[in-house]
Nanobody, 123 residues
């Protein structure tokens, strides 16, 4: 059974930082791409960052390039998203996802999702 559990969300002021974590079950962790998505109220879910199973390849949504870093710790079966220089427009529910077989930021390519963790950035 695939389980994804996010943590690390919270409220910060603009310019601040947060690190999100996603604990994943072993079955999926080593064989699939993993990604972070976000969804703000009234908006569609959008892909933020994706990482390959080995961690060698990553890809970011344009608006977060240079500010967010996706990484994974295979020893801990955990996916991370380091978010720096946060902006009010980064406010959203953040989800981790897995199941994709290639580098993708399309939600349709991901089968398994966590419950989400809220990130709120105030100006």
């Amino acid at each position: 059974q695939v389980q994804l559990v996010e943590s690390g969300g919270g409220s910060v002021q603009a310019g601040g930082s947060l690190r999100l974590s996603c604990a994943a079950s072993i079955y999926m962790y080593y064989t699939r791409y993993m990604a972070w998505f976000r969804q703000a109220p009234g908006k569609e879910r959008e892909g933020v960052a994706v990482i390959s199973p080995s961690g060698d390849n990553t890809y970011y949504y344009d608006s977060v390039k240079g500010r967010f870093t996706i990484s994974r710790d295979n020893a801990k079966n955990t996916l991370y998203l380091q978010m720096n220089s946060l902006k009010p427009e980064d406010t959203a529910m953040y989800y981790c996802a897995t199941g994709a077989r290639f580098l993708s930021l399309s939600s349709a390519d991901y089968r398994y999702w966590g419950q989400g963790t809220q990130v709120t950035v105030s100006s």
